[in-house]
């Protein structure tokens, strides 16, 4: 768990802790960034406790290493309380074997085509073996480790980035080594389908009172559809993720597409007939997007974090909302006594007691809380 020294914890700490819990895995704080003079490392301990996270130095159990990304401070520190978990926990797969792993991230490159970051989690991958990721396939064309060398084969627990895949695979795909492309191309084919047939699904075996009520609902409900494009999957998965919980029954947003890589122009295109905007987490729109963009005038915004699109997405959802009335008590008077009037009908006659009252000011008469000969007017404004 890797919290900033700097900032303490943040939203995107709170989720991390949360899955660790779920998972009911064992946390590892490392306290960034403490080469910096406006930290803090103690502020991070004290401010974990909030959610039942107490490290070695407040008497718990969780261990926690100060370090710093920059200067490499902690590092070999950090690396080693890891080991010492894993050997706690007796951690172990088996090398020889057929590989399996998970896809960590993964991004579309100009020059290497898809990539994807894979642990190998059980056997050996090895260059040249054919895999099936997610309802994707390919043959094994580069090994490139974490020092960004290639290397011809990656055992288990090794994090390797894999080029050769046919597609773009999404984070949290399962890998897997099979014996021959065919069975590759079978295996993916299959599993497009499994998904393509359950986005099918959804729109079926609705009942006609079904359909009229969400039509009624759709109505009801103000949309700022958009275009969301970013670097790799993981960030896009996070962004439209957490882009799916802002809104209320009164307004809300629609990804209509969402993909990783360059802003192209059927983004914008796609966009402008959803009278929406395109957004780029971390990447650009080609020449040709922005000329379509600027004739059109569909507005691309570009971000680098999550947050700051977030808020501003919610304050763009602000403008949709139907203007809130409200009432503002200007003055308030008791009732003395009425009057009939042929003309007019009742006539109250009150005596003021606080504030003013005002030509064609709406009123509301409530009932004191005790019997008493007299009630009270409450004059407010819309």
């Given at each position: 768990?890797?919290?900033?020294?700097?900032?303490?914890?943040?939203?995107?700490?709170?989720?991390?802790?949360?899955?660790?819990?779920?998972?009911?895995?064992?946390?590892?704080?490392?306290?960034?960034?403490?080469?910096?003079?406006?930290?803090?490392?103690?502020?991070?301990?004290?401010?974990?406790?909030?959610?039942?996270?107490?490290?070695?130095?407040?008497?718990?159990?969780?261990?926690?290493?100060?370090?710093?990304?920059?200067?490499?401070?902690?590092?070999?520190?950090?690396?080693?309380?890891?080991?010492?978990?894993?050997?706690?926990?007796?951690?172990?797969?088996?090398?020889?074997?057929?590989?399996?792993?998970?896809?960590?991230?993964?991004?579309?490159?100009?020059?290497?085509?898809?990539?994807?970051?894979?642990?190998?989690?059980?056997?050996?991958?090895?260059?040249?073996?054919?895999?099936?990721?997610?309802?994707?396939?390919?043959?094994?064309?580069?090994?490139?480790?974490?020092?960004?060398?290639?290397?011809?084969?990656?055992?288990?627990?090794?994090?390797?980035?894999?080029?050769?895949?046919?597609?773009?695979?999404?984070?949290?795909?399962?890998?897997?080594?099979?014996?021959?492309?065919?069975?590759?191309?079978?295996?993916?084919?299959?599993?497009?389908?499994?998904?393509?047939?359950?986005?099918?699904?959804?729109?079926?075996?609705?009942?006609?009172?079904?359909?009229?009520?969400?039509?009624?609902?759709?109505?009801?409900?103000?949309?700022?559809?958009?275009?969301?494009?970013?670097?790799?999957?993981?960030?896009?998965?996070?962004?439209?993720?957490?882009?799916?919980?802002?809104?209320?029954?009164?307004?809300?947003?629609?990804?209509?597409?969402?993909?990783?890589?360059?802003?192209?122009?059927?983004?914008?295109?796609?966009?402008?007939?959803?009278?929406?905007?395109?957004?780029?987490?971390?990447?650009?729109?080609?020449?040709?997007?922005?000329?379509?963009?600027?004739?059109?005038?569909?507005d691309i915004r570009y971000y680098s974090i999550i947050y700051e699109l977030i808020?501003?997405?919610?304050?763009?959802?602000?403008?949709?909302?139907?203007?809130?009335?409200?009432?503002?008590?200007?003055?308030?008077?008791?009732?003395?006594d009425t009057f009939k009037s042929s003309k007019f009908g009742t006539i109250a006659?009150?005596?003021?007691?606080?504030?003013?009252?005002?030509?064609?000011s709406l009123i509301h008469i409530s009932e004191p809380t005790r019997p008493r000969?007299?009630?009270?007017?409450?004059?407010?404004?819309?």
């Amino acid at each position: 768990l890797v919290v900033a020294a700097d900032d303490g914890v943040m939203p995107q700490t709170i989720e991390a802790i949360n899955h660790a819990k779920a998972a009911k895995v064992p946390i590892i704080v490392a306290i960034n960034k403490c080469d910096k003079e406006n930290s803090d490392p103690n502020r991070v301990r004290t401010e974990l406790l909030k959610y039942e996270v107490v490290v070695e130095s407040m008497s718990g159990e969780v261990l926690d290493v100060e370090v710093s990304a920059s200067t490499g401070k902690g590092i070999d520190n950090l690396i080693e309380n890891i080991v010492l978990q894993s050997e706690i926990l007796e951690l172990k797969s088996n090398p020889m074997r057929l590989a399996e792993g998970t896809v960590i991230e993964a991004k579309l490159e100009v020059g290497r085509g898809p990539v994807a970051t894979v642990l190998v989690q059980k056997g050996t991958l090895n260059k040249g073996d054919i895999i099936v990721v997610g309802d994707q396939w390919g043959k094994v064309r580069a090994l490139i480790d974490s020092n960004n060398l290639k290397v011809e084969f990656a055992g288990p627990s090794v994090p390797v980035e894999v080029l050769g895949l046919n597609g773009t695979p999404e984070a949290g795909d399962l890998l897997n080594v099979v014996s021959s492309e065919t069975k590759a191309r079978e295996i993916a084919s299959y599993r497009k389908q499994v998904v393509k047939d359950k986005k099918d699904a959804l729109g079926k075996g609705k009942t006609l009172d079904q359909m009229i009520a969400k039509a009624k609902a759709d109505k009801d409900i103000s949309e700022l559809p958009l275009v969301v494009k970013a670097d790799v999957q993981g960030s896009l998965e996070a962004i439209v993720s957490s882009l799916e919980k802002v809104g209320n029954e009164e307004v809300k947003i629609n990804v209509v597409h969402n993909a990783i890589g360059a802003i192209n122009e059927s983004d914008v295109s796609l966009a402008n007939s959803a009278q929406g905007l395109v957004i780029g987490f971390n990447i650009r729109a080609i020449p040709q997007a922005r000329t379509i963009a600027k004739r059109d005038k569909v507005d691309i915004r570009y971000y680098s974090i999550i947050y700051e699109l977030i808020d501003d997405m919610k304050k763009m959802l602000s403008g949709l909302l139907t203007p809130d009335t409200k009432e503002e008590i200007i003055g308030h008077a008791e009732v003395r006594d009425t009057f009939k009037s042929s003309k007019f009908g009742t006539i109250a006659g009150c005596f003021v007691t606080d504030g003013i009252v005002q030509n064609l000011s709406l009123i509301h008469i409530s009932e004191p809380t005790r019997p008493r000969l007299i009630s009270y007017a409450v004059f407010c404004l819309k």
